[in-house]
């Protein structure tokens, strides 16, 4: 079975400051990994998907197979960034079956 | 734009009762699903469907069931409301094949059970 681990709760920077939100993965075989997005009172949606290997938003995440972790990544924090961000994983052609984590609260101060 | 629409956005029921949740999506997609999202537990995996009258468990199936008699429309029912199933309900919706992952979510249903 698969799992995603996001092994932080919470995550407060100030704006300009670079973010890395955490995501680490198990699962035998060869996943597909995404970030999804929360903000306040919205949806959650897509933020971006390790196929795409595309930045968004100014967010980027690289799969690491080595060290089975798909960190999400943005050099410089904005105040609009600040919600709850989660990792999810679908094993190859399982159809959008997703198992997500925890996910984490990002908050980024003026 | 894809819409996945909730019919209920609050909801307050007493233990014991039967509850019905109404997820409609005008995407034509195959799969839908249901999710629960607790803080601290993230989004779990209630039921699932890749078609009219197909459903499958997800990891937390216990207490609640799901019924698809349309593919626009996927229903989540708790037979006998207890007090763990207050949460957050999400519809989500996609289409079918490979290496698509972006599920499209409805805007949740908040379920408080007294």
Redesign the interface.
Known sequence: AQRVT?PE?LLSVFKGAPVELKCNYSYSGSP?L?W?VQYSRQ????LL?H?SRESIKGFTADLNKGETSFHLKKPFAQEEDSAMY?C?L?P??A?????????ITLSVRP | DVKVTQSSRYLVKRTGEKVFLECVQDMDHENMFWYRQDPGLGLRLIYFSYDVKMKEKGDIPEGYSVSREKKERFSLILESASTNQTSMYLCASSFQGANTGELFFGEGSRLTVL
């Open positions: 996001q709760k597909e995404f999804y949806r959650l949606q897509l998907r196929i989660y999810a679908s190859s052609g159809n959008s079956k997703l198992t997500f984590g925890k996910g």
